[in-house]
């Protein structure tokens, strides 16, 4: 494959042209060209976006979210998309509201979308419709909470195996 | 004879799948990981592979302290190469304050960056092949990655937990001696790599153990989001610092080794090549190591000079600010990828405009390969997994966060 040159041609005129209205919103701060789609047909977008010849993100580089407690919609579904063939990134997000936390999976689309989307599911409680596997990767299934929502306490505890007090301890030696 | 009273009856034992589970704590695998697997025979019919036994919720600790705070958690992501991730958090912070720290800083980073992806596929040649029985080769590269833990000490006055990026430079300049230290060890660790060249390299045992084994072809490495030298076994010619340099990547000539079946003996060469590459870009590193400061000069992001902290009032109030509240990042998002020794080494940062970072998000590359793996090991052979994950080099601390 041909070596990948970063490309300097502003993406967002484009994409505005491609999307129109599914676009909510976009910015390009620091040059991170983002834009935020509709939580309807985000699926589409995405898989147009992997397949026209002018965007060609063929990688899902990351899904992430970030919780923005007491806005709304409260969360924000990150993902960072990267074009070998272009060599230019895109950072796409979408809303999600806190009474109805799941979005599109992406799984059909791109493979690593399963475990990055597990992960979010994990640590913020947002569900992927049409994920075949579900579960919690990094921590246990019988974890209660999801730890990276802001209201989830930094110091809380919930180990599976209890805790010994390190004062008490009934070491013989 | 008839079934003796009590036996499960006529279980044809090739008939049946067996289930594994191998690790969490596996004399093996190199790191805290469970492999649940279904088996013909030896054959491995289904993989789940579970991580997630290290996990320090990395990103919620970020979102405690203030953003230089955040370094040390760092060095503790990837231990292999840690200077690779403070590097990589602190561009990302720079880059969302939109500053650019002075060439000399520059350089160091490079320089630094670089002995740790020695490091990096130090570790991860040396055990792979310890695994397979070469455990002279395992020897003889821990021997070359104490060289480099020596220069971390001698730099940052940590062997591992080094802490040396702030945002805006690095915590001090070089010792008066550490070029002659870095050639030094380079020296050293070329004659290593000749020695594990005539042992491995066309060792037959280990390349029957390695060749056409754990094979990913182009398309699934790009699906899975796999990156780093596994992406560049299969042929897929993308490295961060050529396609989008930073740090002054672009002021060094180095090549990018690529391989073409994408399999274990491909990944393997690899690392292999990318080592001398790494040596390449230090030694030209050091012979144009520019002069000057190692940090930017913007008292809102440095700290001041101890001398200035001790005899006056505006240095006493600027280290208190500093430390008290933290640098003040404007409010936004950024997302800042570094060529990690294991792939793309992506930092996520949202800033609230506070000294606190709101989100710190890392994209970790032996995460996203550790999701592939599942797919690699089925139909290969139980034996395979070790060479396969091996070749990964999973770091618990990276892909468990």
Known sequence: MELTQGSREPLLPRLQEAFGARILASHSECGDETIVVERDGMLEVFQQLRDRPEFAFNFLMDVTAADYLGKTPRFELVCHLYSLAHGHRLRVKVGVPEEDPIVSSLTPVWRSANWLEREVWDMFGIRFSGHPDLRRILLYEEFVGHPLRKDYPVNKRQPLVPERDPIKNDWKF | MANPAGLPQEVDPAEETMELQMGPSHPASHGTVKFNLKLDGEVVTACDVEVGYLHRAFEK?????????????????NYASPFINNVAYALAVEKLLGIEVPPRCQYIRVILSELSRLADHETCLGMGATELGAMTVGFLLNEARE???????????????????????????????????????????????????????RNRIFVDRMQNVGVMSQEEAVSYGV??????????????????????????????????????????????????????????????????????????????????????????????????EGVKVPRGEVYHAVEGANGELGFYIVSDGSGRPYRVRVRPPCFVAMGALGHILQGGMISDIIPTFGMINMIGGECDR
Not at chain 2, 61 to 77: A, F, I, K, S
Not at chain 2, 163 to 186: K, N
Request: proline share 6%.
């Open chain 2, 227 to 324: 990156t780093g030298p596994l992406l560049r076994a299969t042929g897929v010619n993308y490295d961060v610092r050529k396609a989008h340099p930073y740090s002054s990547y672009d002021h060094f000539d180095f090549e990018v080794p690529l391989g073409s079946k994408g399999d274990n003996y491909d990944r393997f060469l690899c690392r292999f090549a990318e080592m001398e590459q790494s040596m390449r870009i230090i030694e030209q590193a050091l012979e144009k190591l520019p002069d000057g400061p190692v940090r930017v000069s913007d008292p809102r992001i440095v700290l001041p000079e101890k001398r200035d902290v001790y005899g006056s009032i505006e240095g006493l109030m600027n280290h208190f600010k500093l430390i008290m």
């Open chain 2, 147 to 201: 060289l480099i833990y020596d220069i971390s000490e001698a730099v940052s006055g940590a062997r591992v937990t080094v802490s040396y990026t702030r945002v805006g430079g690095v915590t001090a300049d070089f010792p008066p001696d550490a070029g002659e230290r870095i050639r030094a060890a380079l020296a050293h660790t070329r004659g290593i790599m000749v020695d594990c060249d005539k042992l491995l390299t």
């Open chain 2, 61 to 77: 600790m970020g979102e405690q302290g203030t953003w230089n705070q955040v370094v040390p958690y760092t060095d503790r992501l």
